[in-house]
């Protein structure tokens, strides 16, 4: 069990770190449409204006529940409006620890379910129950956006291949943390 939790920890700073370089360096940009700074005030004011009283939340743009907004919605433009009335820091450092405590919490539950499923399997074995668990996974949460909700599809695929990225990197510590068929010929930690 140490090795489960150590895999765990390590892991998910590992799915961290690489959440990091993915979203929190320029190489974020590669996901992300710029609309430039005078339309970017527009668009900031205009959802003050009109979302503000609203608060918090998740806006389809136009409102497709009644008549004239099915048609407005059929018509386009459209749009799905995550709007946070309140703001906060980029980079806000709240969400970075807070992910990194996420991060750590399903390192360890795949650190778990590695130990339960593929105790005696080899390192490659592992890394291939990981890599086909991480495609299956985020496959359907994130290629599903542009397939069921015609969200944009370059921004969804950069965040599935980031996702898949993160969880082979903790699988792969993990994968090697865990004792495997051979474990009483190595040194225990």
């Not at 339960?116 to 956006?145: D, H, I, N, W």
């Not at 993160?166 to 510590?173: F, Y």
Request: overall charge positive; some cysteine; glycine content about 14%.
């Amino acid at each position: 069990m140490p090795r489960v939790i150590l895999g765990g920890l390590l892991g998910g700073i590992a799915m961290w770190i690489v959440g990091f370089i993915f979203w929190g360096t320029p190489l974020s940009m590669l996901a992300l449409s710029n609309a430039g700074d005078m339309q970017s005030a527009a668009v900031q004011a205009a959802l003050a204006q009109n979302l503000g009283a609203g608060g918090t939340g998740a806006y389809p743009i136009p409102w497709p529940g009644t008549p004239a907004g099915t048609t407005a919605y059929g018509q386009g433009p459209i749009a799905l409006v995550l709007f946070n009335a309140n703001g906060f820091a980029n980079p806000d450092m709240g969400a970075l620890v807070g992910g990194l405590i996420l991060g750590i919490v399903c390192a360890l539950l795949l650190a778990l379910a590695l130990r339960m499923a593929a105790s005696e399997a080899t390192f490659a074995r592992r890394m291939r129950l990981v890599a086909v668990l991480a495609v299956a996974f985020t496959a359907y949460s994130q290629l599903g956006q542009p397939i069921f909700n015609h969200a944009p599809t370059g921004y969804y695929v950069y965040l599935w291949i980031s996702e898949v990225t993160g969880w082979l990197a903790a699988g792969a510590v993990i994968a090697k943390l865990l004792p495997g068929p051979a474990s009483a010929a190595r040194p225990a930690l």
